[in-house]
């Protein structure tokens, strides 16, 4: 997408009129030659320009499609996000257009290309998190837009996503209160936004409470690297009891949950855990797994209505972040040894 080019470059390079232009991109070939239908067929091609989304700036009518790419759909998290979305776009007679981009920045954004090609008339996306830029052009193109669960630095682009900030205080407010004395944050690399404010709470909180006599640790780790992440664990096996694994997400707490079981470790004599998303597996395991729930069913509702508000209103203003309330699910998992 070259958000530089405009339809006056292209009737300028092809030697016709703006009109004559406009008319094309709408499909309005009367009186038209094959020859000039041809050169601007050509001249667009050169000039990287997407008449698909860029056209309806110019009245042109509304699909009522809306795109929406997801960025890892063998998360859970992502299946009832996907179903508030649909649920809303059932509602308000919309068709939505799922595209998966496999946390890949160049998938996500080949896939964005093909949604403006089918001429959605907004998109909801749940970033890789290394596609900054090329987000921040399409959203000062004026196309409508909302970056979910995920955002870019500095706000710049409206977003929906969970109060993470919030929601590690208070679960760490809980484990301080329950007296733990050493508290291990588990988390991916911090490639996205999410992960960063989880993490920048922990530590901010650990910092808050260092007189305390409270040891807190992070260990940045790929739960796909098993290796590694059992190192963590024994690790952390080394510093004092009681001693409480915190999971920054629900893949990465599952994992942790397999490596602690390959290695005999027993929940709430050599760990405590807790984690993020509660799903549904967390209250039926043994011991039930204290977590924070987060609703990302209302996560894809509230951004659905957020992108039709944006695609219905004539003027942009201020970039704006909601933030939805997540809530503790206090269970066994947490309770120290006698």
Known sequence: MNKSVTIKDIAQKVGVSETTISRYLNQKYEYMSEKTRDKIATVIQELDYRPNHMARSLKSQKSRMIGAVIADIENPFSAMIIKGLSDKCEALDYTLLIAISDNSAANERKQIEKLLDNQVDGLIVNTSGDNEDYLLVLNESGFPMILLDRGVSQGKIDTVTTDNQGAVQDMLAFLVDEGFRSIGFFCDELSNTVRQERCNSFEKVMVAQAEKNLK??????????????????????????????????????????????????????????????????????TPALTTIHQNSYDLGVESLNQLVAKINQKTVGQAKITKLPAHLKIRESTQIKP
Not at 218 to 233: I, K, Q, T, W
Not at 257 to 279: H, P, R, T, W
């Open 216 to 285: 807190g640790v992070v260990y940045l780790r790929n739960p796909a690297m098993d290796s590694e992440l059992a190192a963590a664990l024994q690790d952390f096996y080394t510093y004092p009891e009681p001693r409480v694994i915190f999971g920054a997400n629900s893949l990465m707490t599952l994992k942790l949950l397999e490596l602690m079981k390959q290695a005999n470790y027993v929940i709430n004599q050599d760990f405590s855990i807790c984690g993020f998303d509660d799903l549904a597996w967390a209250k039926v395991m």
